[in-house]
């Protein structure tokens, strides 16, 4: 069946240095999203992509959609301790349902 | 804003026990669904409804039931509660259908129920 995979898995970086989470499913999708959950919370939709190739930005965070459409990636730069807890990317299945990556923990150090 | 609410965010239950988690949305929205979030394991998909009274089977529907009464509120049932089924359980909805590419297919998640049972 469809499986959307993300690594890495955990992630830990002094604050200031930049972070990258990657997102690969083994299908095409018609549009990706990116979740972020903080610890103790629940998944909170940050952004949704849909061309390929389509690059969003939100402040510190970039989004990028991949030219085959099959993989994402989110990178932040100059990480801060906000951005601590786990981030998810999702993509439709062939109902009204999302396949939620694995997610990648990051883990940020003052 | 919408708000999605959980009946319980902590809850105890003995092995053998029927388990009423419940979920409520305030914007109207068709699809609502039940995953479970274990370490390790991401979230999966329990079951979900895009209807009232309509549902289909997730990837784990074993051991779970739902029901859709009114559109805003979702329910999941442990017939028989097992320690296996010791989780957080987060109920989420969504306005309109993943194949729309305008947009409207965002999940809104509510703050979970911790389900411990012994």
């Known amino acids: 069946g469809q499986q959307v995979m993300q690594i890495p898995q955990y992630q830990h970086v002094q604050e200031g240095e930049d972070f990258t989470t990657y997102c690969n499913s083994s299908?095409?999708?018609?549009?990706i999203q990116w979740y972020k959950q903080r610890p103790g919370g629940h998944p909170v939709f940050l952004i949704q992509l849909v061309k390929s190739g389509e690059v969003k930005k939100q402040k510190r965070l970039t989004f990028q959609f991949g030219e085959a459409k099959k993989n994402s990636s989110l990178h932040i730069t100059a990480t801060q301790t906000t951005d601590v807890g786990t981030y998810f990317c999702a993509g439709p299945a062939n109902t009204d349902k999302l396949i939620f990556g694995t997610g990648t923990r990051l883990q940020v150090f003052p | 804003d919408v708000k999605v609410t959980q009946s319980s965010r902590y809850l105890v239950k003995r092995t053998g026990e029927k388990v009423f988690l419940e979920c409520v949305q305030d914007?109207?929205?068709?699809?609502m669904f039940w995953y479970r979030q274990d370490p390790g394991l991401g979230l999966r998909l329990i079951y979900f409804s895009y209807d009232v009274k309509m549902k289909e089977k997730g990837d784990i529907p074993e051991g779970y039931s739902v029901s859709r009464e009114k559109k805003e509120r979702f329910s999941l049932i442990l017939e028989s509660a097992s320690t296996n089924q010791t989780s957080m359980y987060l109920c989420?909805?969504?306005?309109?259908?993943?194949?729309?590419?305008?947009?409207?297919?965002?999940?809104?998640f509510g703050p979970g129920t911790r389900l411990t049972v012994t």
């Open positions: 299908t095409t999708l018609s549009n």
């Open positions: 914007m109207d929205h068709e699809n």
């Open positions: 989420a909805s969504s306005l309109g259908t993943a194949l729309l590419l305008a947009g409207g297919l965002e999940q809104y």
